[in-house]
């Protein structure tokens, strides 16, 4: 049974930093994918960052240049360091593990939830202004 466990979230000013880690179990490396989503109430949950297997990374606009996402596979973890915090970055963050896909003759993700089967509980990130 695959789960995916989010820890780091909490209640910042704006300007500030936080780290999200997320720790996995339960599933067996293949080509996988594992991404950050958020969501705040209200809205659709949005993809925020995507690492592959081999490192490769992908940003949402919003994001880019601030949050950077990263793995640890020896310990089965991800994360997902967030500085420069804005308002609106407020949200609750979830971590989420899917199989890549395979085109043009790599494998690849993108940061949307319908490539991901496996998602963690949660984690809040609240930032003041």
């Known amino acids: 049974q695959v789960k995916l466990v989010e820890s780091g979230g909490g209640s910042v000013q704006s300007g500030g930093s936080l780290r999200l880690s997320c720790a996995g179990s339960g599933y067996t490396y293949g080509r996988y994918c594992m991404g950050w989503f958020r969501q705040a109430p209200g809205q659709e949950r949005e993809g925020v960052a995507s690492i592959n297997q081999d490192g490769q990374v992908n940003y949402a606009d919003s994001v880019s240049g601030r949050f950077t996402i990263s793995q640890d596979i020896s310990k089965n973890s991800v994360y997902l360091q967030m500085n420069n915090l804005k308002y609106e970055d407020t949200a609750m963050y979830y971590c989420?593990?899917?199989?890549?896909?395979?085109?043009?003759?790599?494998?690849?993700?993108?940061?949307?939830?319908?490539?991901?089967?496996?998602w963690g509980q949660g984690t809040q990130v609240t930032v003041s202004s």
């Open positions: 989420a593990a899917g199989l890549a896909y395979y085109g043009g003759g790599y494998y690849y993700c993108i940061i949307q939830p319908s490539q991901y089967s496996y």
